[in-house]
Every structure is written in structure tokens, then in C-alpha cells.
């Protein structure tokens, strides 16, 4: 969380007293000035907490809900130091590193729904399987990954859209009441390391919205601009573990421009293209060919823009968080006699 977020949640509950000359100031609420209270408060909240591995639980699982019961960032640090002091918590550090000292290649899992993306995104990547993906992810997240990002091509929703352009989700709606905001940090750092790209809601589907009447419709009632298959998925994880998540997309098909039915064939369990079944379905209908070019000319605008993106943003795809948290070991299981209250 920014430090003008705490400023924002600390002016949001200041209250008013009075002085002795009777004017008015703002005092605000202090009830981690005490560095004990401050440690006892995120015990209590670590061990509310599911742990993702070893009994290791996130440091941003503990900050948020801190910060938003009145905390700071000062106060906060200085909880950390005296619980580790007191024995209730320690750092588990090595966390941050693989065997050979490097930073850990998985702490974020890229998901994507194509093989030729997962290329692109390279080891960090997760083919989207259906069912099974809810599960992998959660797997994953038990092991360590902290951030997912939602990463591929996608279809245009919003008219103005054209292939190849970046766009960093806002925000991903994933059904009717059910959207969910995208880690600031994190879309932030993707805005900055991808220059042009841009920052809106976008969709995430179970199947493809094909008809330009049915795009523009979906468009005008979500304010998404563009849609995937994947992003619904995780977005959800990651608010069912309380963990960062991003969507960083390229527009492949405009919302113009429809696509032929061979298009629309599903893709297989690796991310392949079934090329026997396109083949059959241009066979029994060649007028499809024209958009089919047209469709491959807009694919290689969107792989060499996606291609491009993962070259700015690196291993970690921008993920923001690597350095300034750390996973902690709650050494209390849930004891409230263990420390003085």
C-alpha cells in the first residue's frame, strides 16, 4: 500500500476535539504507538492466516489489515521488531533466494492460454487447463508463488483498440457483480516499464465473444475493453489468497473484425491450435481464407508486441514486491496466554 494510501486511511479516520482555547483540531487514532500492542496485534493476525508453506504466511497478509485498523508503516515496522524480538515471529529469509543465491524464479506464475505466450512468458508460465487451473494455481500459491499475472493476447472490446496495443488491467470483471481490482504497485510498475501501453477494466470469459453487436454490447454494460479466457481465473485465486495479481494483454483481433469459424475451434490441452481441424473446417468452407490471412497478419502484430513487453519487463514481469516483503514464520499457533495482553 502507498504512503498516500496511508495518508488517505489516516485522514479518513481522524476525528475532531477540541482545544483549550476551543478551537478545533484533528487527532488522530493511535493504538499501535506502543511497539507490544503494535506486536501483539500482528500475532493475532498472522495467526488468523493461512499459511502457504512451512507455516510460512506473506508479510502483505499481515500489512493490509494492520494499516487499515488505524496502523502506519513506522508502527508497523516497529511491531515486526519487537515480535521478532519477543520470539513470536521470525523472518524466514531465504525464501527470497533459490540454491544458488539468485532471486526465486517462481514467485510469480505467469497464466496464459496459448503455448506460443507461454514461450514468450518463459519458465514462469502456467498453460490455462480448463478446471484443473483453479487447482494448479492454489498448489502453486501454497508453495511460495506470490504474485500471478494474467498474460497473453486478447480480443478487442472497445472500438479504438487496435493489434498490438498493451493494455494493463484496471480491473477484471468475471461476471455479472464480480470484478476485482488489480494490485496498484504492479500495474503501475507495467505502465512504466511498457511505454504507450494502457490502463482499463478487461473481461475475463469462458468463451470468446464473437459477434461485433455482442462486443459493443458488453463493452457499453462492463466498460471492459478488452476480453481473455484466463484473467477471471486469476483474479479470483489471488482474492481467495489475498495475494497481488496483474493483467498485461495485447489486442489481437479488434472488436471490428470477426472471426471465421476455424478461428473459433478450441484450443487443446497445451495451448496448440488443432491444425487437422482448422484445416478441415477451411476444406468445407474456403471463403473463410481471407479472414484467416487477415487474422494471421493481426497474430504476428500481437506475438512481436507481447514478445516485446516480456523483454521490458524481465523474469518477473514487474513484479513489485520481490524486495520490499518478506514471507514470515508464525511461531505462536493461536495463543492469546502466550503474550502479555
Known sequence: MSEKCHKRIHALHARHTRDHDGS??????????????????????????????DGRIFLERVNEPFLAAFGSGERFRAGIERAIALGWLVTVNEAEEDQTGGPDMKAVIAV??????????????????GDRTAFLLRDAI???????ISFGVCGGLDPKLRPGKVVIA???????????????????????????????????VASPITGFEQRRHFHATTGAVAADMESQIVARIAAEFRIPFAACRVVLNPAHRILP???????????????????????????QLPSLSRLAV???????ALRSAKQRLGTHLGFPHLRSRRPLNCLIPSAPAAYPM
Do not use: C
Request: glycine residues 12%.
Open 261 to 287: 469459424r476455424a478461428a473459433l475451434i478450441d484450443i487443446g490441452p497445451a495451448g496448440k491450435p488443432g491444425l487437422r481441424k482448422i484445416g478441415g473446417s477451411v476444406l468445407k468452407d474456403p471463403r
Open 298 to 304: 493481426d497474430a504476428v502484430i500481437a506475438v512481436l
Open 112 to 129: 496464459v492460454g496459448l503455448a506460443i505466450e507461454a514461450r514468450i512468458a518463459g519458465t514462469a508460465a502456467m498453460i490455462a487447463d
Open 170 to 204: 484496471s480491473s477484471v470483471f468475471a461476471g455479472k457483480g464480480e470484478a476485482y481490482p488489480s494490485d496498484l504497485l504492479w500495474a503501475e510498475e507495467l505502465l512504466r516499464m511498457i511505454p504507450g501501453s494502457g490502463y482499463s477494466p478487461i473481461a475475463g
Open 24 to 53: 478545533m483540531k484533528f487527532v488522530e487514532r493511535q493504538p499501535f504507538a506502543d511497539p507490544d500492542a503494535a506486536a501483539r496485534r500482528i500475532v493475532e493476525t498472522a495467526n488468523g492466516v493461512e499459511a502457504v508453506q
Open 142 to 148: 501454497r508453495h511460495g508463488v506470490r504474485g500471478i
